[in-house]
């Protein structure tokens, strides 16, 4: 990092001083630290839920709604899509008219969102206010990073980094629990209604408690070519992923978005080392641990979230628990997560974060590779000892790459530096469930006709075939209406048999990515800019 991009927040004496655009510290709640952690992760909480809980209500909606493979993909992939596209300018919105406005803004908007997704009957509707959830929760994620930044003192910053970061990682791992009982004793739009209080507690302590801060060196234009270009080049991206499992990937339409993505990347680099003003100044990743921590975000996400997602399959649809069941055969990657968290941050606080992150990552590795082993009827134990691991292996990763990358970022560019953490992990997780999607469709198109033929099973005509791949992709046996029992379990036996060999492929192909993160946390180190926090309030 430049010195030019750092800012002292010490004054004479070595007192923090306060930003000529802040007002001077108010006594009370407004702008009380603590206070205002709780605040924000009220907000985080809501959306970290959902980037999860939504995989256990998956099934429900398909079968309510009745969903195919590729569009229950997109109740993820929109969600996912609208956030990575969109958090980098958000964060830039709450760096040039304050953190606390968007945030507001973003708690609003995503909890009238999800309300509207309870209230649809369609999957296109669901589909689209997914999106419009992603663009709120957009707003609110790197505020919420930006206002914890400016309003801790630089002691106390890696503190509340680390239990923001919990807090998300806590409510990632909760999201199939706390969606299987909803699912099983309420029914599927119940998970997305529950944003609505939640959201709604959030704007009223929102409201009485956070205080506005914006650095001094607050930009204040907007780079409106940079903003176009980086979000076309990203969805371009994602977009030609998601499609080429249905286009193929020797089609002309995949590589024509790839190319495009690739060309817009590059025009984006160029204008951003022009314009007086950029979206993303380009000196921030002269800061290699800024820049490892990015990409072990994105690499951490495609391992989960691709993971998780055929996870939910796996045990409702081949094992044949209730959503709530499967929720709690979760509940050792979510408790490992929660009692991982803090003492990931202690060991961080100690040791730095490369040695726990390049453990955790470690971890991972091998967790995705014990999850390619899973038979359809391996017992509750061997699943507990897989999942617990990777609880235990994403913990310091959720903590530690968040302070390493907004705490390698100057102050005025916190919002930006959080919007690039939370779109690093967005795009990672979208791109982990399609490409994982591609992994586990092209496996089963491989294996399905001849496990079918080989079951000694009457011929399928392609179309027949085509669907009978779209149920056999979500573990679902493609048993026709008043088929013989030997039959049928013939079928069923084919179709789980076919699935668990596209879900070991996934995960070896997840195993690997998260081997490679191993390499990327040893470039980590602990943020050198933090000590560009305003300290505000009494702690």
């Known amino acids: 990092m430049t010195s030019q991009t750092t800012i002292d927040a010490t004054g004479p004496g070595g007192a923090a001083p306060q930003s000529p655009l802040e007002s001077p510290p108010a006594a009370g709640l407004r702008g009380h630290p603590w206070l205002t952690l709780i605040t924000v992760a009220v907000g985080v909480m809501m959306v970290a839920l959902d980037g999860t809980i939504v995989a256990i209500a998956n099934p429900a909606i398909q079968k ?10 997109w109740i993820t992939n929109g969600y996912f899509l609208a956030l990575a596209v969109s958090l980098i300018t958000a964060g830039k919105l709450g760096d040039r008219f304050g953190h606390r406005q968007t945030f507001l803004i973003g708690v609003t908007g995503f909890a009238a969102a999800s309300g509207a997704i309870g209230l649809s009957h369609s999957i296109a509707a ?5 999106v419009f959830q992603g663009l709120f929760g957009a707003l609110l994620m790197p505020a919420a990073l930006g206002l914890l930044r400016a309003t801790f003192p630089a002691e106390k910053l890696n503190m509340a980094i680390g239990i923001w970061g919990m807090v998300i990682g806590a409510s990632t791992a909760g999201g199939p629990i706390l969606g299987g009982v909803l699912v099983e004793h309420v029914n599927w739009q119940s998970v997305f209604f529950i944003n609505v209080p939640v959201g709604a507690l959030a704007l009223i302590l929102g409201v009485l408690i956070l205080r506005d801060h914006r650095a ?18 990203m969805f371009c991206l ?7 499992p249905t286009w193929g990937w020797g089609d002309g339409k995949t590589w024509i978005f790839i190319a495009a993505s690739v060309v817009l990347f590059a025009l984006f680099s160029v204008w951003e080392t022009r314009v007086k003003e950029p979206l993303i100044p380009l000196g921030l990743f ?16 495609i391992a989960f979230m691709g993971g998780l997602f055929f996870v939910t399959f796996y045990l409702q649809n081949v ?23 803090p003492l990931a941050g202690a060991a961080i606080t100690k040791l730095g974060p490369r040695i726990p992150l390049a453990g955790g990552m470690a971890a991972t590795a091998i967790a995705m590779y014990g999850m390619s082993t899973l038979e359809a009827d391996t017992g509750s134990g061997v699943m507990s000892v897989w999942f617990a691991l990777l609880g235990l292996g994403l913990a310091p990763v959720m903590v530690g790459a968040t302070e390493v990358i907004v705490g390698n970022a100057p102050m005025e ?17 979208s791109l982990g469930t399609a490409v994982l999607g591609a992994v586990m469709a092209s496996k089963v198109d491989s294996d399905l006709p001849g496990n079918w033929t080989g079951a000694g099973l009457p011929q399928l005509t392609p179309g027949q075939l085509d669907k009978a791949s779209e149920a056999v992709q979500v573990g679902v046996a493609p048993v026709p ?38 390499l990327v946390a040893l470039l980590t180190k602990r943020g050198a800019n933090a000590e560009a926090g305003v300290g505000v309030g009494h702690i």
């Open 413 to 429: 560019l916190s919002g930006v530096a959080g919007g690039l953490q939370q779109a690093a992990m967005q795009i990672g997780g």
């Open 238 to 244: 994602v977009w030609a992923l998601i499609k080429a």
């Open 481 to 518: 209406k008043g088929v013989p029992d030997q039959i049928a379990a013939k079928i069923t036996e084919v179709a789980h048999h076919t699935f668990i060999s596209g879900m070991s492929l996934a995960s070896l192909v997840a195993a690997g990515v998260a081997a490679v993160a191993v």
């Open 64 to 73: 309510d709604l009745g969903a195919t493979f590729a569009q229950v993909q």
């Open 286 to 301: 002269r800061s290699v641990p800024l820049s490892a921590g990015v990409v072990l975000m994105v690499l951490m996400a």
């Open 319 to 341: 094992h044949g628990m209730s959503p709530i069941d499967a929720g709690l055969h979760l509940l050792p990657l979510t408790g490992m997560m929660i009692v991982g968290s």
């Open 216 to 233: 001094e060196n607050a930009p204040r234009s907007f780079d409106i070519l940079g903003i176009a270009l980086l979000s076309g080049a």
């Open 126 to 130: 669901v589909v689209t206010f997914r």
